[in-house]
């Protein structure tokens, strides 16, 4: 029996350390990588993740639509240069990765990583192929390649398997991306894409990205860049553009130039989605910016892309599109009748959150438009979001168009001698008005105060006028002791005397 020592059991423990948790496959990097000449960008690096070999790993790179190439000698010298970093570190002791015996450990798909001879790698590469399963397709070439001994002739024929499978691999790319996919639109900007649907989507860091690649790359700074530029550019316009973004996702890039070329005379529209906001005459007269729930269906995007997401179990297959035809009911009758076509996507019902700005001024009724925020169908323009706003009623202050209008109770004592009065306006500024001790307010009276009633949306700057409506509050009798006081006070004042008690002339009877 062969004893190993204290330092390689050591070591070997510390190779199973590295990926020991199944979350950690096809996601840590273990430390060691390579380059690979990319036909989009130039030299990338390559890493080993945990669950990788030096084939895997070469593969991966190859076949992901970031770093994809169709150059098989430069994925074999990748793989190659991988599998040297490998034995380097196992020839030296320092055993700090050692690849996996199986792949797809634990999954139906398991099967064992090295195989007894080069057909055997090959007739496995091409199952995968026939499933478009590239990168696994191709990892088994690079295993088949880098044997020792292979003979030029077996070389030759799995470099023209190679080289085929990295050409289906990127033609499968380019028909995606016909397709609608936006996972190289987010590419094209240099944003990972997890799956997120529009309303999701950060548009500081989508416009943040785009600045900062359209200045690095603009063809004015840097010639020879503009096809990298246009792309970036094109990117950002159906990203940034909630209507675009679906269609494109839905439809592809032949239903965005229908929608530039004729907007929505062509293509049919979803119905819009109608919601309340309620607002304060507060926030009428000084401007707001609210959050509003607008409940709608939209197009599940990570049912494509993630369909384990725990979200993805509440997704229903999206209604589908309504068809006509022809129902014989005997060789010389039918009747004509509608019938759904199956839609491909899944819709969820979401309660999504809008910021409405309400302007000063804003009237009862006034309609906010969110374009795109309404319900979405697939290969369809989706409906807007309506905010309707609904001014409050407010316990001081009656709206009247542009102007208010308040009622000031004043009593007999100030009718007759003046008052002051300090009105707290809906901003918290102080309306100062009232009536000097010279002046006699009459019942009925009222006073108007430019420039004190509703801001107009129009014009902001300017505003409607405050209507001050007095109401006196006579006494309802006079005690006896205050009233010879009274009637002396008030006898004095000109005009105060007491009138006759007859009102008119005595009529003439007739005989």
Not at 402 to 419: H, T
Request: glycine share 8%; with cysteine.
């Amino acid at each position: 029996m062969l004893l190993r020592s204290p330092l390689l059991l050591l070591l070997v423990a510390r190779a199973t350390a590295i990926c020991e948790s199944p979350a950690d496959h096809g996601k840590t990097p273990v430390g060691l990588s390579s380059q690979l000449e990319s036909s989009m960008r130039g030299s990338v690096d390559v890493a080993i993740l945990c669950g990788d070999d030096a084939a895997l790993a070469a593969a991966r790179a190859a076949t992901h639509r970031k770093t994809a190439t169709t150059d098989g000698e430069a994925v074999l010298r990748c793989a190659k240069s991988l599998r040297d970093l490998l034995q380097q570190e196992a020839a030296s002791g320092q055993i700090g990765y050692l690849p996996p015996q199986k792949l797809s450990v634990g999954q139906p798909e398991e099967r064992p990583r090295e195989m007894k001879s080069g057909g055997q790698y090959s007739r496995r590469a091409m199952e995968h192929a026939r499933k478009d399963e590239f990168k696994e397709a191709v990892a088994d070439l690079l295993r088949a390649l880098l044997r020792a001994n292979v003979d030029s002739t077996a070389r030759d024929k799995l470099m023209q398997t190679l080289d085929s499978f990295l050409q289906k691999a990127d033609s499968k790319r380019q028909e995606k991306s016909q397709d609608g996919d936006l996972s190289d639109l987010f590419d094209a900007l240099d944003m990972d894409d997890d799956g997120k649907d529009n309303a999701e989507l950060d548009r500081s860091a989508l416009k943040r990205s785009y600045r900062e690649l359209s200045v690095k790359y603009h063809p004015d700074k840097n010639p020879g860049t503009a096809a990298r530029f246009n792309r970036i550019r094109d990117a950002y316009e159906i990203l940034s553009d909630p209507v675009k973004m679906l269609l494109y996702d839905t439809g592809g890039q032949e239903l965005i130039q229908k929608y530039e070329k004729d907007g929505d005379s062509e293509i049919e529209r979803v119905g819009n989605t109608e919601v309340d906001s309620s607002v304060s005459l507060e926030e009428a007269y000084t401007g707001a910016e609210k959050n509003v729930r607008v409940h709608r269906r939209v197009v599940c995007r990570s049912c494509r892309l993630q369909p384990q997401l725990a979200r993805c179990k509440k997704c229903t297959r999206c209604p589908g599109e309504m068809g006509r035809r022809q129902v014989w009911m005997d060789q010389w009758h039918y009747r004509v009748e509608e019938y759904e076509v199956p839609s491909d996507d899944k819709c969820i019902s979401t309660a999504d959150t809008v910021k409405v700005m309400i302007e000063k001024g804003v009237m009862h009724g006034d309609r906010v438009q969110h374009p795109g925020m309404g319900s979405q169908l697939p290969k369809k323009i989706p409906g807007d979001a309506l905010v309707t706003v609904k001014v409050a009623k407010h316990s001081t202050f009656k709206r009247l168009g542009n102007d208010l209008m308040i009622d000031v109770k004043v009593s007999l004592k100030e009718a007759l001698l003046g008052f002051q009065r300090e009105l707290v306006h809906l901003d918290g500024h102080i309306v100062k008005f009232g009536m000097s001790k010279n002046e006699v307010l009459q019942p009925g009276a009222g006073l108007e105060i430019q420039g004190e009633g509703m801001p107009l949306k129009e014009d902001p700057s300017s505003a409607g006028k405050l209507i001050v409506r007095f109401q006196i509050d006579f006494p309802l009798k006079i005690p006896s002791d205050a009233a010879v006081a009274v009637e002396a006070a008030i006898g004095a004042l000109p005009g105060q005397s007491s009138r006759p008690a007859r009102i008119g002339k005595a009529g003439r009877s007739e005989l």
